[in-house]
């Protein structure tokens, strides 16, 4: 053998096939020569080529047989390790350089071309072996040795051995999605660029370009004249890719798509190359891919913050911003009391101090342009001559809104100022925060939602959301889910009515609303301590709420005119107190009537509590005459009376009056029996009964309703019930229409409750109709009553016994009835049998002298007559062990140590 023209001593870059590597020589400041040479005397199987698009006529190509076998040989015994090449000769025109590659740094080394021999992975090229050559001739017997052991391509099997590669991915979205964010084996084949490489995806032999998700690093750009240009550091990015990656087993992670190229993470075993490259000032964090990556994004931008800290390479000129935010008043927490729009909150801090902050990085809902509405964001639908509520109009911003309500009002949160917004554009300045409920990121939360969109930044501006990578990664989902504004669907609408002002609307609206009893409603907005704005959800409208039975100081105000009125002593106050108990609530109202303005006036109910109590006992609100015709007016004169006696608010200067004695006159019992039928006796020891002298009207009623109905028969299914709603309905038991007044609506069906006789059933919804107008005015004929002075025993089936006894006596039996006294809305009464007017068998006395009830005791003066005829018929009916007595006095030990309880 000749002796080599020259060695080379050098790092292995690459292995193209299975019988040519690139080698590159030891840096020196920047990317080292490379060189691709051939081993000699051998003949690798050719790997196969994808076609060449710009290349007329270019077809793919299949390897042939052990072509990857031989190629993955070579790189897992070369890629990155030193060797060394004796170049034998060097072919003239091409310049390619044929010899001897040896492992280490001489030839004591392994001879990679006898490997490959002997692993039957390559063909010798016998016509240029020399017979006086020992070393050729050895490559000619390691050769015959590899086919009579069926080795590589000399077995029996090794056409089988050629892959099925798929160069081009159809569909790269769904191929991402099958992958589900796990690790998957790969070869990297190629480095484009520092943050840009292809690979084959294994076992399955995908061929797939990789952007790095969350990063960009320098590049390399086309001038005019089609030539690459790389830009500043992006030759030492590229090089540090590369010889990191190239040719090396790492694991990929697929996370998302940008146009045909994937996104992803590459880990290589020696760790996560994005990372590297940030940390090394090769490449900064961008935000349009930071949404998908899967491996901690708060790592990248730790790794980022570090090289900008030490000025690295592209950030040689980087100056940090300031931050005008004092550390003190970086975090803290509040109450939430308003929701503004979908990014804003009023919170209470403290006792007085209210601030409004902003949701950091995010942007709600919003009206587009004209021509938008097909992009990014729905568009707000148009209606001419329509005044524009961004609320309830500009699509999801009602639902963002509503989100954030449910979640937050009342409750406490921790909120972490990220930035001070300017003042811009005429907007005032706006503090931009992280607000997090236990544990939970609200903004992050609203975003996953599709209820927000991430604001996009400059790549220089820091000015954003600490937790801006999850908001991004939580917007991605959103997307990929197609949820709220990224749904395909149609954007919800809203249409509301307003009656605020409007006296015609509010007069068509009354009947209803006072027959509904209490209504659900959500306070909008609050005027002064004792006027709302509230959005009846059920009706979907908007009515203007005054609170009754109250006299209520107000606040400053404007009227119409420009005119300013300041506020009543304690007006603020009150506002500020109803804000905070009632704004943005869910609650109910009861609706007594309107005023000339078309303003509804009634009750409001928040958690169950009064708002005309809550106001008076808080000193800032007087009761109001109109108050004696309510059922409330004993709580709030009590009410009234505490403050003034604690002399909160309004009452700060109030003197008690002198106390006059006064002789207090006993009151007599009224008695003023009243003929009624008993139709129906509930569960609850409460019974349904018609005054007889309207039976008359009624049966009239009914016959002139059933007609209507005959004549006019309503479609099956054409009425949609709602509850509280008085509609016509058939009873079971004879298919008859009955005037009925709807409790519960459920899947085919409805509780209703037959208003003219007390009974209740479930019906089915084809039995439901809509009663005609002519039928709603007279009121329910059946009125819902108690006995008066007892009550039920504690035992379960001496209580069934008691209403039984009550059935008996009562059902469908003319009677005559006294009202005693009041209590929670019933009225309570002795019921006596229709003899002579008073002279009847008491029901009550009949049942406890019966022993099926127990005495109810009452103090009233006027009772006590009737509380001793009572006591000595419960006494007698111990006496003779009668039912519940059976046993003796269960009542002895009436004290908490043996259980008992009333």
């Excluded at 090449?85 to 025109?93: L, N």
């Excluded at 587009?368 to 707000?380: F, K, L, N």
């Excluded at 001793?868 to 419960?874: E, N, T």
Aim: hydrophobic share 35%.
């Amino acid at each position: 053998m000749s002796a080599p023209q020259s060695i080379h001593r050098a790092i292995v870059k690459q292995v193209l096939s299975g019988d040519t590597v690139v080698i590159r020589g030891q840096p020196k400041g920047g990317p080292p020569p490379e060189k691709t040479v051939c081993l000699s005397n051998i003949q690798a199987p050719k790997l196969a080529r994808r076609a060449n698009p710009n290349i007329e006529g270019s077809t793919e190509t299949k390897d042939e047989p052990y072509a990857w076998e031989a190629r993955e040989y070579l790189r897992k015994k070369l890629i990155g390790k030193e060797v060394t090449f004796y170049q034998e000769y060097k072919v003239p025109g091409s310049g390619r350089e044929y010899g001897a590659l040896y492992v280490g740094k001489d030839k004591d080394g392994e001879n990679i071309t006898e490997s490959l021999i002997a692993e039957g992975l390559v063909d010798v090229r016998r016509m240029g072996i020399k017979k006086d050559d020992s070393e050729q001739q050895r490559l000619i017997q390691l050769e015959e040795t590899a086919k009579s052991a069926g080795k590589g391509k000399h077995a029996a099997d090794a056409s089988t051995h050629v892959r099925d590669i798929t160069w081009t991915i159809e569909n790269p979205r769904h191929f991402v999605d099958s992958h589900h964010n796990k690790p998957i084996e790969a070869v990297i084949e190629h480095v484009r660029d520092g943050c840009t490489v292809r690979a084959f995806l294994l076992p399955s032999f995908d061929y797939v370009t990789i952007m790095l998700s969350g990063v960009k690093c320098p590049m390399y750009k086309t001038d005019e004249s089609g030539k690459q240009v790389p830009e500043k550091f992006a030759e030492e990015c590229k090089y540090f890719t590369e010889s990191r990656l190239l040719q090396r087993d790492v694991k990929i992670i697929l996370e998302g798509v940008s146009n045909q190229n994937l996104l992803g993470t590459v880990l290589h075993p020696n760790g996560n190359i994005t990372e590297l490259l940030l940390k090394d000032g090769f490449a900064r964090c961008v935000d349009w891919s930071m949404g998908v990556v899967t491996q901690g994004t708060e790592k990248y931008r730790a790794a980022e913050k570090g090289a900008k800290d030490k000025k690295l390479r592209i950030w040689k000129d980087y100056v940090a911003p300031t931050s005008n935010i004092d550390i003190k008043d970086k975090c803290f927490g509040g109450k939430v009391v308003e929701v503004v729009n979908g990014d804003g909150l009023v919170l209470k801090i403290g006792d007085t101090t209210f601030k409004k902050i902003f949701l950091a990085s995010i942007r709600p809902p919003r009206l587009q342009p004209a021509e938008a509405g097909t992009d990014s964001a729905p568009a707000a639908p148009k209606e001419s001559n329509k005044r524009v509520r961004p609320l309830y109009d500009i699509p999801y911003m009602f639902e963002a809104r509503e989100f954030m309500r449910k979640k937050l009002i009342g409750k406490k949160v921790n909120v972490e100022v990220d930035y001070i917004q300017p003042p811009n554009q005429g907007f005032p300045e706006k503090t931009c925060c992280t607000v997090t409920i236990g544990g939970i990121n609200i903004a992050e939360a609203l975003v996953s939602k599709g209820l927000a969109r991430v604001v996009r930044y400059r790549q220089d501006d820091d000015q954003r959301s600490s937790h801006y990578d999850e908001l991004l990664a939580a917007e991605a989902r959103a997307e990929k889910k197609g949820v709220g504004m990224f749904s395909k669907k149609e954007s919800p609408l809203h249409r509301v009515a307003d009656i605020a002002g409007d006296v015609a609307k509010a007069k068509q609206f009354l009947p209803f609303l006072q027959r509904a009893g209490r209504s659900d409603a959500m306070v909008e907005f609050i005027a002064s301590g004792s006027r709302l704005r509230l959005f009846l959800p059920r009706e979907t409208c908007l009515i203007t709420f005054l609170i009754s039975g109250i006299d209520c100081p107000r606040g400053k105000r404007q009227l119409p005119n420009g005119q300013s009125i300041e506020s009543d002593p304690y007006g603020e106050e009150a506002l500020m107190f109803t804000k905070e108990m009632c704004l943005q609530r869910e609650v109910e109202v009861e609706v007594e009537a309107i005023d000339k303005g078309g303003n509804f006036i009634g009750w409001l109910y928040v958690d169950g509590n009064n708002l005309s109590v809550a106001l008076v006992e808080a000193g800032l609100a007087k009761v109001h005459f109109t108050a004696e015709r309510s059922s409330h007016y004993k709580t709030l004169l009590s009410a009234q009376e505490k403050a003034k006696s604690a002399k909160l608010k309004i009452w700060s200067n109030y003197e008690e009056p002198k106390e006059e004695i006064v002789v207090e006159e006993p009151v007599e019992r009224k008695v003023n029996f009243t003929k009624v039928v008993v139709t129906e006796v509930t569960d609850h020891f409460t019974f349904y009964a018609q005054k007889v002298d309207n039976g008359p009207q009624l049966e009239s009623m009914m016959d002139q309703m059933r007609q209507e109905m005959e004549n006019n028969p309503p479609t099956a299914g054409s009425y949609t019930p709602k509850k509280g709603e008085t509609c016509a309905a058939k009873f079971s038991d004879d298919e008859q229409w009955y005037r009925a007044k709807i409790q519960k609506i459920e899947p085919g069906k409805a509780s209703v409750l037959f208003i003219d006789f007390g009974n209740k059933e479930s019906v089915a919804l084809t039995s439901l109709a809509t009663l005609p107008s002519a039928f709603q005015s007279m009121p329910a004929q059946a009125s819902e009553y108690a006995l008066a002075c007892v009550s039920l025993p504690p035992d379960e089936d001496a209580r069934q016994d008691a209403v039984d006894a009550l059935y008996n006596d009562a059902l469908n039996r003319q009677m005559q009835l006294n009202v005693e006294y009041k209590a929670n809305g019933i009225e309570y009464v002795t019921l006596l049998e229709d003899e002579a007017e008073g002279k009847g068998k008491d029901t009550g006395l009949s049942l406890l002298s019966g022993g099926y009830v127990v005495l109810d005791a009452r103090k009233e003066k006027r009772l006590a007559k009737l509380m001793s005829d009572y006591k000595a018929a419960q006494e007698k009916a111990k006496k003779d062990r009668m039912n519940i007595w059976r046993y003796g006095d269960f009542m002895e030990d009436d004290a908490r140590e043996f259980g008992f309880s009333r």
